[in-house]
């Protein structure tokens, strides 16, 4: 009798394979972004060990559970494997075949499955044998990747910190908070009825408020580039699904040459190393922060959020970060050290779905769930009735609260610290949202000006007067070098510092702010839908050209901005044809770019 294949097999023996092909398949979901070159990898191999091995031993739990009084046949542990197989073989195999052949991957996954379940059938005991005598390869292998690649990445922190140049005596702290999603027409500061700011009120009457600040696009992914670059999406190519541009320096790596330290703790997955914004900050927290964000980077954890997203099971994103939470891993970071300090916030409590906790979700409503629900999709927002979005903006504004709060707590633990007078702070967002304004939810879909108006609040002690208000229309292309002036530094970006505006000194010509979309194809019903859209805002019109709109012209820049197209006017046609023209030529931002294209890059400052 051949005692390598019993007719039965014991529970252990189930959750022994059930932990190998878990670690089996971590490893190669983590390979696979390997593979892709992402430039997050070593996290995205730790999360997906860490979340496959839960996820098949929890599977084998249940398998133990269903057959507790009974034994495990050789069919069903043949058919255990067969499962566990093709799921492990389920994260690599659709990367590396092409993506030609339909559903090769999953015949391809089966047929290896196959092979695995038939040697258990043939050899049984000793392939028990064999994942007993590999499970501590592969467990060590593991530990390396959730332990020791984390480990160091800190010692390299820790080194480039050490390697930092020499800071300027008395060189300001800086903070950039980017309240994602906030649009400025919702602040009380803006002349919004409700009172959604107080605090940020009360900042900017100590300190310098921007009335027509325009961002440089209409969702994160390029306005971030912009505020971070100085460079408009065209020219830093952060547009669509391309990543941030590597031939030009970041505010990070700028003011890093300067001997700041620098660091960023982001919400929004979209700000994120993954999509190349590390680049200039020595610690970069996104993603990977608790279970549920972990598990939205494995092949299975993020098919089971889009899965329940479409089912609109979810109430809100899985893992999301709140403002409490990212202003205290900031202050954590911020106690490391005596260095000064860039740090980059983003908060996202204002995007959708707007979940703020109580008492701000109630604040401005009696609706008890004013979000129907959390979706990926974006025709959600479709088929909402005039009370649905009411209770959306409600909710919106009570977010709005919960952030203004969260600054306000912020700039107090920076004065316990005794920083908050050496601190520059500058509060704005990469752009806002549409709550059916021009027929449209949302944002990223067109360049209405609910979407490229947004807050710019800048305070410092002694640095900026208190109470002043710039009314002309700028640009946040502007940011990078107007902190570069700020901090005395000798470092240049792309842009026009905004200082003149209250130093005296004379104004430079500032450019007619734009602001870019590109072709997205998300959503038939929106105008970007059919084509790359642009847009100018000057102090009197704000122009948009392309996508599937054509041309549209508004009155511009009161605090009640005319909603009529007037582009078929006399007056309008002629300043269409003005605005035409100039959307052609190439802005002051990408002059002045190739002046600094070829600057070396901060070589201290790892690729995190």
Not at 280 to 288: A, K, L, R, V, W
């Amino acid at each position: 009798m051949n005692t390598d294949l019993p007719s039965s097999y014991t529970r252990k023996d189930v959750l022994v394979t059930a932990i190998w092909w878990g670690l089996f398949c971590g490893l190669g979901d983590g390979l696979v972004q390997r593979f892709r070159q992402s430039l997050v990898w070593q996290d995205q191999i730790r999360a997906a060990l860490v979340i496959n091995v839960l996820l098949f031993a929890a599977l084998a739990g249940v398998i133990i559970i269903v057959n507790w009084r009974s034994v495990v046949t050789r069919g069903q542990m043949v058919r255990i494997t067969l499962a566990f197989a093709f799921l492990a073989f389920q994260t690599c195999l659709p990367t590396l075949l092409p993506k030609f052949i339909f559903h090769a991957h999953l015949l391809t996954s089966l047929v290896a499955a196959s092979i695995a379940a038939g040697l258990l059938y043939l050899y049984g005991r000793r392939f028990i044998r064999f994942f007993l005598w590999s499970l501590p390869l592969l467990t060590i292998l593991a530990l390396w990747c959730i332990f020791i690649m984390p480990f160091q990445r800190s010692r390299s922190e820790t080194r480039a910190l050490s390697q930092l140049p020499v800071s300027q005596p008395g060189a300001p702290n800086v903070l950039l908070i980017v309240v994602d999603t906030l649009r400025a027409d919702h602040l009380s500061v803006y002349g919004y009825a409700r009172p959604t700011s107080p605090n940020l009120d009360r900042l900017a009457g100590n300190g310098l408020l921007f009335k027509n600040a325009v961002s440089a696009s209409s969702w994160t992914l390029p306005s971030h580039g912009s505020i971070l670059t100085g460079l408009y999406p065209h020219h830093h190519g952060a547009q669509a699904e391309d990543n941030l541009g590597t031939g030009f320096r970041t505010l990070g790596e700028a003011l890093a040459a300067d001997g700041y330290r620098t660091a960023a703790f982001s919400a929004n997955e979209t700000f994120s190393r993954r999509r190349g914004f590390g680049r200039g900050f020595i610690h970069f927290e996104d993603d990977f922060q608790n279970l549920p964000s972990m598990s939205r980077e494995t092949i299975f954890g993020f098919r089971l959020e889009e899965t329940l997203s479409r089912l609109h099971l979810l109430a809100d994103k899985p893992g999301r970060l709140r403002a409490e939470q990212i202003s205290r891993s900031a202050l954590h970071w911020i106690d490391a050290s005596h260095v000064p300090f860039f740090v980059v916030l983003n908060y996202c409590d204002v995007h959708d779905p707007y979940l703020p906790p109580d008492p701000y979700l109630h604040r401005y409503t009696k609706v008890r769930r004013p979000n129907k629900w959390f979706s990926e999709q974006w025709q959600s927002f479709e088929h909402l009735t005039q009370e649905e979005i009411v209770a959306e903006m409600d909710a919106y504004d009570g977010a709005i609260n919960y952030v203004d709060d969260n600054i306000a707590n912020l700039l107090t633990e920076l004065q316990h610290r005794g920083i908050e007078k050496n601190t520059l702070v500058v509060i704005t967002s990469d752009h806002g949202e549409g709550f059916a304004d021009h027929g449209l939810m949302n944002h990223g879909n067109s360049l209405y000006r609910e979407l490229t108006h947004v807050p710019l609040i800048v305070w410092g002690a002694g640095r900026i007067p208190e109470g002043r208000v710039v009314a002309e229309p700028i640009s946040l292309t502007s940011l990078p070098a107007t902190v570069l002036d700020l901090v005395g530094s000798k470092q240049s970006l792309p842009g026009i510092s905004l200082t003149p505006f209250w130093s005296g000194a004379p104004v430079p010509a500032m450019g007619t702010p734009r602001s870019e979309l590109a072709q997205l194809k998300w959503n038939p019903r929106y105008p970007n839908y059919y084509g790359p859209m642009q847009s100018l805002t000057s102090s009197e019109w704000h122009y948009i050209s392309g996508g599937k709109t054509g041309e549209l012209l508004f009155r511009c820049c009161g605090l009640d901005p005319d909603m009529n197209n007037l582009a078929d006017t006399a007056e309008g046609r002629k300043a269409c044809e003005q605005f035409r023209r100039e959307i052609q030529l190439p802005s002051a931002e990408t002059n002045r770019a190739s002046q600094t294209r070829s600057g070396p890059e901060n070589g201290l400052i790892p690729r995190l």
